[in-house]
């Protein structure tokens, strides 16, 4: 069953050096935050009125439906980020032995930017990129063919 | 890194063993940069840039018959079984794509996007048929699936097209899983995704053989498999998808994705278990029976033609099980005739129903087709010769197929599996039967002036006449194909 398992690095025991700075380093943003918490606490004034109350103070009045109808694009942009995020490592995974991997190399990973390119032409042409009223508008004109 | 391993990575890489999917890609790509710069609704230019890139593919195909390429280290391989496949997908592709234009513009969806779909799933599938790692079988299932998600529910505001497209997308996803963890066990025991090697790895150990991790991945594989095969206890989204997609896609789904599914399949059982054969034997010998008598059995009762095909295809996957429990030349040579074949009369049969209906109507039931074959006599005959082939009379492509298949499994020994074949086979007569008993001998309710004879879907048609009936009268040559092409 283990024809193809190397031999792992043998793990040295642990050393209460090599936490030291890490120790520290976490003991440090702990009394910052701390420090900041309690100065605030302490030195701030304090009004209590209804205005301060609110959940967003200046905002918007929070006195209407929660169930908003309004376009939500936000999935489009992650569903794009993800697809151009996970080309990336394709990408990146070229670049650290790019000057061993030679012209061939360059040629695979220019072709894989090439199909990229493509991908991002046509979100672009088709409309997938335009947010905003004007281009909900435009789609509500083009209802009629799907 | 080590120079000497990137050296090699480079040196192996061998794009020729990939060509045939890696046209078909450019040439999707291609279509996809096309049509963002041409109007919407503009569908011709399309149609005519797949068919071209099909026909391309094609001939890269042909010229590679014979002169096997290895590729990616040994990742990928274009031999001759490849090939032959390949053609499969290829003629299945080829005849949807010519039906499509006009089905998709009479539903009020000339969308151009279809057709780079349809060639991105039939790349996908060739993957699959050359794949000979366990990843890139993976990939190619993936990248076929994923598309034929999109095309199953590609009326998006027809609510039984969703349903298929989500049905088939959920328990698609399903599947998937429980390959990747049957290939995760088979990983876990041999330490290897590459076929052979894992073949010759549990063929030297033996102990491995016995091992519920072992048994478990196999198993597991075979479900995987299965499902997109539409075998009995894993049929249960057939007739849904089947019936919801688009009718072209339906006939694209039970010809290429099907075959592709029996090309992974064939490969993975033969080079990784070919040491279990005994067991894996016995398990498709039940599977097939069942799949067989249930399908065929449930066809007899639906009075939707298109769910009445799919019930059929559910039958005929598991006529096609039958070679592979037989387990020799002609069983698996018997498969790869059959699916080319089933391409051929089943897609002919989706053709012929989609000049039947209307727009928003399919006309799908049974007595829509009262009297249409006096009304619609080219159309009649074309149906009777691929309902003759579906049934699996001489001289059409459906009885040398089954002929060749059930061959194979008396030749093993399997003499009562071949029995009931042929039990099943001619149940399956009465409904088909029955599709022309109301074409033939009904008064026509209807004149069916609706129907229009487009030159694409005739030639579609007539294509598929042509090679359910060569492959009928003269099945030596593609025969002797197959034969060259299995292991």
């Known amino acids: 069953m283990s024809s193809t398992t190397g031999s792992l690095p043998t793990t040295a025991p642990i050393l209460f050096e090599d936490y030291l700075a890490l120790g520290i380093y976490v003991g440090i943003a702990l009394f910052l935050v701390a420090i900041l918490l309690l100065l605030s606490w302490g030195l701030g004034h304090r009004t209590r009125s209804r205005i301060k109350n609110e959940p967003y103070e200046s905002g918007v009045y929070p006195t209407d439906n929660a169930r908003l109808k309004g376009p939500v694009p936000f999935y489009l942009v992650a569903i794009f980020f993800i697809l151009f995020d996970i080309e990336v490592i394709f990408v990146a995974s070229w670049a650290v032995a790019y000057d061993r991997l030679g012209w061939a190399g360059f040629g695979q990973v220019s072709f894989f930017t090439l199909v990229l390119l493509v991908g991002l032409l046509h979100l672009w042409k088709t409309g997938a990129l335009d947010w905003g009223p004007s281009a909900a508008r435009q789609n509500r004109k083009n209802q009629d063919i799907p | ?487």
């Not at chain 2, 890696?22 to 399309?46: D, E, Q, S």
């Not at chain 2, 996908?124 to 199953?152: H, P, Q, R």
């Not at chain 2, 064939?266 to 278990?273: A, D, G, S, T």
């Not at chain 2, 249409?372 to 159309?379: E, I, Q, S």
Request: aromatic share 16%.
């Open chain 2, 1 to 487: 890194m080590d120079n000497n391993l990137v050296q090699i990575a480079l040196q192996n890489v061998n794009m020729w063993a990939i060509m045939p999917s890696l046209i078909l890609i450019c040439f999707g790509m291609g279509l996809l940069l096309i049509n963002v710069f041409l109007p919407r609704g503009t569908t011709k230019h399309a149609v005519w840039i797949s068919l071209i890139g099909l026909v391309v593919t094609g001939l890269f195909v042909f010229k590679g018959w014979g002169d096997p390429q290895y590729g990616f280290n040994d990742a990928v391989a274009l031999d001759n079984f490849a090939a032959f496949f390949n053609i499969t997908f290829l003629v299945a592709a080829g005849l949807t794509i010519l039906m499509s234009d006009e089905y998709l513009r009479r539903e009020g969806y000339p969308v151009s996007e279809y057709y780079p779909l349809v060639l991105f799933t039939t790349a996908g599938a060739m993957w699959m048929a050359s794949g000979t790692d366990m990843m890139t079988i993976f990939l190619g299932l993936e990248v076929m699936s994923v598309g034929l998600y999109v095309l199953a529910g590609f009326f998006r505001n027809q609510v039984r097209s969703n349903e298929a497209g989500l049905k088939y997308f959920l328990l698609g996803a399903f599947s998937t899983g429980f390959l990747l963890y049957g290939i995760a066990l088979i990983y876990g025991v041999t330490g290897s995704t590459r076929l052979t090697e894992i073949g010759i790895y549990l063929n030297a150990h033996t102990s491995l053989l016995g091992n519920p991790m072992t048994l478990a991945g196999l198993v597991l594989i075979a479900i995987g498999f299965l499902f997109k095969i539409a075998v009995v206890p894993f049929h249960m989204w057939t007739p849904d998808v089947y019936e919801g997609a688009p009718t072209p896609i339906t006939a694209f789904m039970s010809a290429g994705p099907k075959a592709a599914a029996f090309a992974s399949f064939l490969r993975i059982m033969e080079y990784c278990f070919f040491s279990l054969k005994p067991e894996w034997t016995a398990m498709l010998w039940v599977l097939a029976v069942l799949t067989m008598v249930v399908g065929n059995v449930i066809a007899i009762t639906q009075t939707n033609i298109k769910r009445m095909l799919a019930y059929s295809s559910i039958a005929h996957a598991g006529y096609a099980l039958v070679g592979m429990v037989a387990a020799n030349e002609i069983g698996y040579s018997g498969i790869l005739f059959y699916m080319l074949a089933y391409a051929f009369m089943n897609i002919g049969a989706f053709a012929v129903l989609v000049l039947a209906g209307k727009k928003g109507e399919d006309n799908l039931t049974l007595e829509g087709f009262s009297g249409f074959g006096y009304k619609r006599p080219f159309l009649g005959v074309a149906m009777t010769i691929f309902l003759f082939s579906l049934m699996g009379l001489p001289p059409t492509a459906g009885f040398a197929g089954k002929f060749y298949i059930f061959a194979g499994a008396v030749k093993a020994g399997y003499l009562w599996l071949a029995v009931i074949g042929v039990l099943n086979s001619a149940v399956s007569l009465y409904y088909y039967l029955r599709v022309m008993v109301y074409m033939y001998f009904r008064d026509p309710l209807e004149d069916y002036a609706w129907v229009s004879m487009p030159v694409s879907v005739v030639v579609s048609i007539v294509i598929a006449i042509a090679g359910s009936l060569y492959l009928g009268i003269v099945p030596g040559f593609v025969m002797e194909l197959a034969k060259l092409a299995v292991f």
